[in-house]
């Protein structure tokens, strides 16, 4: 290595471990420049691309690094991760296999290679990365963190719940694990973290993330405890904070809202257009926090079902398309350009990205509630599939919404309670443009009614999804399917109802919230 590459290397090396990306991007640049046969220098300019989320521009030097020795296994498991943030899922799967099987013994290799499985639902395959890089990095809380969380989602509760408090044993913190501690069940009296988090959050109160996720931390046990009044203070504090970190206009929004309705009018939606003949998907959407894990599950316990999670492939294949047409790629232009797409083109393209995690059962559930707003191009596009509208009472919704940290700013409508009721407003007004514009296609579910009547409303969705009827469907809770949402604790027991109505336990705190709803003609 020459004495100016070693000098650029060296600053890389300093300004990435000062998280300064755009200073270190320019140095991998020049140490790429100055060994352009060394694999290592296009690896850290492909790195550095990816710390700036720019993962199409990522592609080119990581590609660059294989070509030059293809066995480079961080260049390979680092552009699995560059293909998921490309929502090219199936080439990151691929890539990721490829590169688990070049036996590295760097521990980052593992960690990117779990992250790629862990983001396309491939749960104990990255809990096995997450073990490899528990092996040779046994200190890293990081990891732990991720293996944490992965077991969760396998159902592999004890386990999940030691290495958490092993995690913050290592990095006290890790404030993000005493709200994952909080969340995997239903704290008791005699089993609980309150006085923990009480002794962290008064010595951590003025840290941006402790207060966030210890304060959620201490609503969500309180209220497992009864101790609403208490509860609901935490509860503002911390949603007071995450809030003062978004950059949220509800009025963007609104826009948004305002284009799909007007790009997929009535008149649009009934002409006559070539679509895929695809029958597979199920698609379950509506807001979140209304029930559509638990329709997942209970759906996905059917032989002829597979339960896909939440894909973000659809949108991923709409982006792609109108790419083209787009010399900025921003939310509403990608939907005010809806009305060109080639939707028999965008139906198999949806479906071909979901492979090979679809294709080996005769349906697959794809449960990403916000699919609600790119349902007119569903419609037109997979005119076969069956669309679940998951429902439940406005108020109940709007505050099951407010409670939850959403992870990666999603739902940023969600953080005060003016701002949640006035997004429900707008689903609302879209989902009765969506029913208007394809009648019959849109079977809804209500959250009350299949927790109340289970049986009864659960039959009605299989004879809608043309489905017959298996008593397995009741028994959802036993089959111990991977969940990666936020439901994940509840629907590991049967159906309950002690969440209907729950918001009335806190009526008097959510006036705010009612007020918007009641002023708009919602009935409560």
């Not at 027991?493 to 919230?513: D, F, H, I």
Request: charge should be neutral; hydrophobic fraction near 40%.
């Amino acid at each position: 290595m020459t004495g100016s590459a070693e000098r650029h290397l060296r600053q890389l090396q300093q300004r990435v471990k000062l998280k300064q990306f755009d200073a270190a991007l320019l140095s991998a640049r020049k140490y790429a420049a100055a060994e352009p046969g060394n694999p290592a220098a296009h690896y850290w300019e492909g790195y550095c691309l990816m710390r700036l989320r720019k993962p199409q521009q990522a592609e080119t030097p990581l590609r660059k690094a294989l070509a030059i020795d293809a066995q480079h296994a961080e260049s390979l498991s680092l552009l699995g991760r560059c293909l998921i943030g490309q929502g090219r899922h199936r080439d990151a799967l691929e890539t990721a296999r490829q590169a688990e099987t070049l036996a590295s013994d760097n521990a980052e290799v593992w960690d990117a290679i779990g992250v790629v499985y862990g983001q396309l639902h491939e749960y104990q395959e990255a809990v096995r990365m997450f073990r490899r890089v528990r092996e040779l990095r046994p200190d890293s809380a990081r990891n732990l963190f991720n293996l944490a969380g992965m077991l969760n989602f396998c159902h592999e509760i004890a386990e999940s719940e030691a290495v958490y408090r092993e995690a913050l044993r290592l990095e006290p913190t890790r404030f993000l694990s005493y709200w994952s501690l909080s969340q995997m069940k239903k704290q008791t009296a005699a089993d609980n973290n309150i006085a923990l988090l009480r002794a962290q959050l008064q010595r951590y109160a003025s840290h941006p993330d402790g207060g966030l996720h210890l304060n959620l931390a201490l609503a969500k046990e309180l209220e497992d405890l009864g101790e609403y009044a208490q509860s609901f203070e935490y509860l503002q504090a911390g949603m007071a904070n995450k809030r003062r970190r978004l950059k949220y206009d509800l009025e963007q929004d609104r826009r948004l809202f305002t284009t799909l309705q007007d790009t997929f009018s009535p008149a649009f939606c009934q002409r006559e257009t070539a679509a895929s003949d695809n029958g597979e998907p199920i698609f379950i959407l509506g807001m979140p926090r209304t029930g559509t894990t638990l329709l997942e599950q209970i759906v996905g316990a059917h032989t002829e079902v597979f339960a896909a999670g939440e894909l973000q492939n659809f949108f991923a294949a709409w982006v792609a398309q109108a790419r083209s047409q787009l010399e900025r790629v921003t939310p509403l232009a990608t939907m005010a350009c809806g009305a060109q797409l080639d939707f028999a083109r965008l139906g198999d393209d949806y479906v071909a990205s979901t492979r090979p995690r679809t294709g080996h059962s005769m349906r697959f559930i794809d449960k990403m509630p916000n699919n609600f707003l790119y349902l007119g191009a569903i419609a037109l596009a997979l005119p076969q599939a069956k669309i679940l509208h998951m429902t439940r009472h406005p108020m109940d919704t709007c505050y099951s919404n407010y409670k939850q940290l959403f992870g990666r700013n999603a739902c940023p409508y969600s953080y005060t309670q003016e701002e949640m009721a006035g997004y429900y407003l707008l689903y609302r007004d879209l989902m009765a443009h969506w029913e208007s514009c394809f009648p019959g296609r849109i079977c809804r579910v209500s959250y009350e009614q299949l927790v109340s009547d289970t049986e009864n409303e659960a039959r009605r969705v299989m004879d809608f999804l043309e489905l017959d009827w298996q008593e397995d469907c009741l028994q959802y809770h036993r089959l111990k399917q991977a969940v990666g949402t936020a439901s994940t604790a509840q629907v590991r027991q049967p159906v309950y109802t002690s969440s209907v109505q729950k918001w009335r336990c806190y009526e008097q705190q959510l006036q705010p919230m009612r007020d918007v709803l009641v002023a708009a003609g919602v009935e409560i």
